[in-house]
């Protein structure tokens, strides 16, 4: 099978498992899944959902945000982990989108990016998820599948990222980041994983997965 071939075939499993992947962040504007995603950071899905209605019931936009105190928004998100810099990250940049932009969440990487403790993975979910623009925001999970898929050798999420965007279609992106989010937790999952089970793995594994396995 040839490497476009392996490509297509992983696409069509995915797009058949989850034709219409959901957003994993509950939020209702540019905004709210700017701090859900800021949040995220080496924290669940499902413990940031348990945690924004909580903030924002007290502040859903910028304006709101920067009339709370920073350790006020820290004591808040506590839970979420990292609350010292993501409570910092919360209320500068919310003073900077009031400053620069009117309160609204700029629509370009470079400009997210420049926000403080937004990255270029929180930037990709953003221009993505709220903006409909291609990207392929990779984290450590779809960084693990597509190493084990043997679709990058990557030795960095960076890595990863420019390989995803060589190997699928650009319209595809926006999806298939989620769709394999998805496949991970439910199909391919870092611990405990059984790669003869998997729809992916028992076609497309590395044989190391399998040794590893069998042990």
Same mark, same amino acid.
């Given at each position: ?9 992983i696409?069509e ?6 034709p219409?992947p959901? &957003?994993?962040?509950?939020h @209702?504007?540019p ?7 800021l949040? #995220?950071?080496?924290? +669940?899905d $499902?413990?940031?959902?348990?945690? +924004? ?7 859903d936009n910028?304006y ?12 808040? &998100?506590?839970?979420?982990?990292? #609350? ?5 990250g919360?209320?500068?940049?919310s ?8 309160g $609204? ?6 400009a997210?990016e420049?926000?403080?403790a937004?990255?270029?993975k +929180?930037?990709?979910?953003v221009?993505?998820?709220a ?7 990779v984290d +450590?999970h779809?960084? /693990? ?11 960095n999420v ?6 995803a965007? /060589?190997?699928f279609? $650009? ?6 980041h989620?769709?394999?989010i998805?496949f991970? /937790?439910?199909y391919?999952p870092a611990?405990?994983?059984k ?6 793995c028992s076609i497309?594994? /590395? @044989? #190391?997965?399998?040794?590893e396995? #069998?042990?």
């Amino acid at each position: 099978m040839t490497k476009k071939e392996k490509v297509e075939n992983i696409i069509e499993v995915l797009q058949n498992l989850y034709p219409e992947p959901p &957003i994993p962040l509950r939020h @209702k504007d540019p905004y709210t899944l700017l701090i859900a995603v800021l949040l #995220s950071a080496q924290c +669940t899905d $499902e413990r940031v959902n348990q945690i +924004t209605p909580l903030l924002f019931q007290q502040a859903d936009n910028p304006y709101d945000m920067v009339k709370m105190s920073v350790e006020e928004i820290k004591e808040i &998100i506590k839970p979420c982990g990292l #609350s010292p810099m993501k409570s910092k990250g919360i209320h500068g940049l919310s003073e900077i989108l009031i400053e620069k932009y009117n309160g $609204e969440v700029p629509q370009s990487f470079e400009a997210l990016e420049a926000l403080p403790a937004v990255g270029h993975k +929180t930037a990709s979910v953003v221009m993505s998820q709220a903006f409909g623009v291609p990207a392929f925001p990779v984290d +450590t999970h779809i960084h /693990r599948l597509m190493y084990r898929w043997g679709l990058t050798t990557g030795k960095n999420v960076q890595q990863t990222e420019k390989d995803a965007k /060589r190997l699928f279609p $650009e319209e595809l992106w926006n999806d298939l980041h989620l769709q394999i989010i998805y496949f991970g /937790r439910e199909y391919c999952p870092a611990r405990n994983h059984k790669p003869e089970k998997c729809p992916i793995c028992s076609i497309h594994g /590395r @044989k #190391s997965l399998f040794k590893e396995s #069998s042990k």
